[in-house]
């Protein structure tokens, strides 16, 4: 069964500094990955998505995840965090052969300090 | 601008109560998920259409909930009869398949007290 492992509850970070959110994964073959950000009282907003090609991928607000099979990882980065970014943040994969269901990881909560 | 559109955005009810929960994928998307969020259980799968046909409802309980889309353009979620523990939000989502990446509506927030 298809499975995600965000490690990070909670991180807080200074304001401008780098960020790095992990998420790891477990499945049969190369899945689909994404990384969805929500806001409170909010639905989830998709910030990247990565499916084949080139591992580096670029998503909405400056934020950017790198695929590595080798460590089943999809890592999600930024260099500079604004205030506006503490919210939670969720690592998904999907699959054409599980019917492309969504699987979710359980959230890493970010705070953004001034 | 296409989003996913739930109705109600917010319910609360009393135990015992049918809920029903709507939702309006994106015209054009041919899969609809439908999602729970708690605490406790972070997101789960309860159940996803293709093409308006049930693929997986495995994550719902079979004996209160049902989902159906009676239409490409209405989905919906029911619970009959409704305990304190479906209190969650509830969310659908939807996208094209294959390879897709899902747009999610605001959710439903359902207290049943």
């Known amino acids: 069964a298809q499975s995600v492992t965000q490690p990070d509850i909670h991180i807080t970070v200074s304001e401008g500094a780098s960020l790095e959110l992990r998420c790891n994964y477990s499945?049969?073959?190369?899945?689909?990955l994404f990384w969805y950000v929500q806001s409170p009282g909010q639905g989830l907003q998709l910030l990247l998505k990565y499916f084949s090609g080139d591992t580096l991928v670029q998503g909405i607000k400056g934020f950017e995840a790198e695929f590595k099979r080798s460590q089943s990882s999809f890592n999600l980065r930024k260099p500079s965090v604004h205030w506006s970014d503490a919210a939670e943040y969720f690592c998904?994969?999907?699959?054409?052969?599980?019917?492309?269901?969504?699987?979710f990881g359980t959230g890493t909560r970010l705070a953004v300090r001034p | 601008d296409a989003r996913v559109t739930q109705t109600p955005r917010h319910k609360v009810t009393e135990m015992g109560q049918e809920v029903t929960m709507r939702c309006q994928p994106i015209?054009?998307?041919?899969?609809v998920f439908w999602y729970r969020q708690t605490m406790m259980q972070g997101l789960e799968l309860l159940a996803y259409?293709?093409?308006?046909?049930?693929?997986?409802d495995s994550g719902m309980p079979k004996d209160r909930f049902s989902a159906e889309m009676p239409d490409a353009t209405l989905a919906t979620l029911k619970i009959q009869p409704s305990e304190p523990r479906d209190s969650a939000v509830y969310f659908c989502?939807?996208?094209?398949?294959?390879?897709?990446?899902?747009?999610f509506g605001q959710g439903t927030r359902l207290t049943v007290v």
């Open positions: 499945y049969g073959a190369t899945p689909y």
């Open positions: 998904a994969v999907g699959a054409s052969w599980s019917g492309d269901k969504l699987t």
């Open positions: 989502a939807s996208g094209s398949s294959p390879g897709l990446e899902a747009f």
């Open positions: 015209l054009g998307h041919n899969t």
């Open positions: 259409f293709r093409n308006r046909a049930p693929l997986d």
